[in-house]
DNA sequence: GTTTGGCACTCTTGTTGACCGAGTGCCAGT
DNA sequence: ACTGGCACTCGGTCAACAAGAGTGCCAAAC
């Protein structure tokens, strides 16, 4: 159905198109690679690549623009990986270079990111669904109201103020103790189960209290880590102030919402390498004409969650799927030592 | 110079231009308000508006719109104080209700901010400057490695890891305990003075943990919460879609800077009420056809910092400085509580 | 002296029509 | 199977034109 030549006509079609921005028409194609055949022909090959959907007219008598399939296809098949410059690789790590914590770490990140895309870039937070409880630490503030706080071997450090009723300076000791026991070491997606079965061993006149400090760890470890997303690099969307309404305003928007973002990059979770959603294969209905480029980053089983960015679908996939490739296993690489 | 007439010109021009978002000349003047003078004398009056430099047009035969010193003496004298109506009162409650701690406070505010004034707002993270040290705690996660953790009086919960050489556990606890009594109840501003005494006072081996300790503990109370600002309702910006260059470009690249935030805000700290910043007034440069309209909030001495939206010069200026204050207050009242 | 109606003038906006160029589809010829 | 040629179709641009909005100024009226 497709011979090579279709394909290279595609693949010139996409390259041209996501550099000009403009509509490809047969006799620039032939002009700018050296296909050895006329543009009849190559008017021939579109017509027939057109009918397929890998291609469309804006409108009769102008060039042709890639389909959101004309795209997949070419991710898929086409595009040729594109390694990273000296430079890039040099400024990926002069930038991660010296980062604090992971906070300091994550926000980094989305500034890398975006720079080197030139695209909104989104990181989520690591999350701990394979981590370990490192510490659990209690304290108490002021009478009666207190502080739970949480480390995990990510290297996160999460607290949360709560209250509980009336507690003695030994009391509090033997519940952080018992805490402890039972949940270090332990992976943290383990930490609702454990807190229920050590409930049913405390002494009675410890439970109240117990009961709110676990479910502040249980909001810790569960709820917390996994929303948490940033992002950066929005300025980038003003590059296509063209597009306002089918790029910059939907993207605002979709910024805007956490849910969304975690959808969008949730996608890619399960997949260890750069996973790429083009246009209509979006699960978010609004970004149609945008396409979404990420990958989980990892570094062993300690460390699980996803960064990417958001741009037209008019993009240069091969560039910013290696530069997302890049960017994550250099940041798992960091979490792994720090 | 400027009778009651022209200022009530003025101020006819100025609320029909932001609702119309048009040029507005004499004759729609007369017609939406009952001036009680002739077109005629309403464009003499506009004219001397003009010389004066409150009003201009932008080309030759079209009507006029304010100027930056327009708007300024609108805001000043012209403006009548909008209270909220009873739904936005009752829409703030219910939208605050439920907080659970500071993060929640400031997510919520800006959300509540970019929601009632249809603009983007920014809020800054309660400042320390005022506030009191209530507990330093400093654990140790694997040896020589830890955790340096601060309480403070505005209910902020900060944290940082450390790396103290070797260190036994009685005498992690000796400087745990020497910390809390020198700095348990001073003001964070004073943590770096003490911390410079309590040094000498120290037992020699126990120095060098010691110095890390304080370090963390003085990077914690100075540069980290006063950098911190969160952002909302950046996608009312599409409402200015058709003044991209001059709104939607800059605000954005001001979004992206912390600095630039804490700027925009950070003049507005020293005044207890609404400050309005209108175009050129404007610190940041890019900024020209922006305003920003912000207030401090804080309840006594404990927190002191600011919020505010940046938006369009043409806007509502008496609704957003009334839903501005009115947050700003609502705040301050419930970190007070809390 | 202030206000007003009238009028000429200016400038933007929208419309129309012509024209140009880019690009296609098709067909006959190689 | 490829190619050159040719008629056709649109979008984009430009000029000319009309309509409309608004002003500034002046002489007359209050």
Do not use: C
């Amino acid at each position: 159905m497709l011979d090579d030549r279709k394909l290279d006509i595609l693949r010139a079609i996409v390259t041209d198109y996501v550099s000009s921005q403009e509509p490809v028409g047969s006799r620039a194609l032939v002009d700018r690679h050296n296909l050895g055949v006329s543009p009849a022909t190559v008017r021939n090959d579109m017509a027939v690549l057109e009918e397929e959907g890998y291609i469309t007219q804006p409108h009769t008598s102008a060039g042709r623009i890639p389909t959101d399939k004309g795209y997949r296809l070419f991710v898929d098949r086409l595009g040729t990986v594109k390694p990273l410059s000296i430079a890039e690789r040099r400024a990926i790590s002069t930038f991660m270079a010296g980062a604090i914590d992971v906070d300091d770490v994550v926000r980094r990140t989305v500034r890398l990111l975006a720079q080197i895309t030139q695209q909104v870039a989104i990181v989520q937070y690591p999350v701990l669904t394979r981590a370990t409880v490192r510490l659990v630490e209690v304290l108490s503030l002021v009478p009666g109201r207190g502080l739970v706080i949480l480390v995990t071997s990510a290297g996160r450090v999460d607290q949360r103020q709560i209250d509980f009723g009336a507690l003695t300076d030994d009391q509090l000791a033997t519940l952080r103790g018992r805490l402890n026991v039972a949940l270090v070491g332990q992976p943290t997606t383990r930490v609702p189960d454990l807190a229920a079965a050590l409930m049913d061993e405390l002494a009675p006149e410890l439970r109240p209290p117990a009961s709110v400090v676990l479910a502040a760890l249980i909001e810790l470890v569960s709820a917390d880590p996994a929303t948490r997303v940033v992002v950066g690099g929005v300025p980038n969307l003003t590059r296509f102030g063209d597009q306002f309404e089918t790029t910059v305003k939907p993207v605002l928007e979709a910024l805007e919402e956490q849910v969304v973002l975690l959808r969008l990059l949730g996608e890619a979770g399960g997949s260890a390498d750069v996973t790429v959603r083009i246009g209509s294969e979006n699960p978010y209905e609004p970004l149609q004409s945008t396409s979404v480029v990420a990958s989980a980053y990892s570094h062993g089983d300690d460390v699980w969650a996803s960064m990417g960015i958001v741009g037209p679908t008019r993009m240069d996939y091969p560039s910013t799927m290696a530069s997302v490739r890049a960017v994550a296993r250099y940041v798992g690489r960091i979490l792994a030592e720090g």
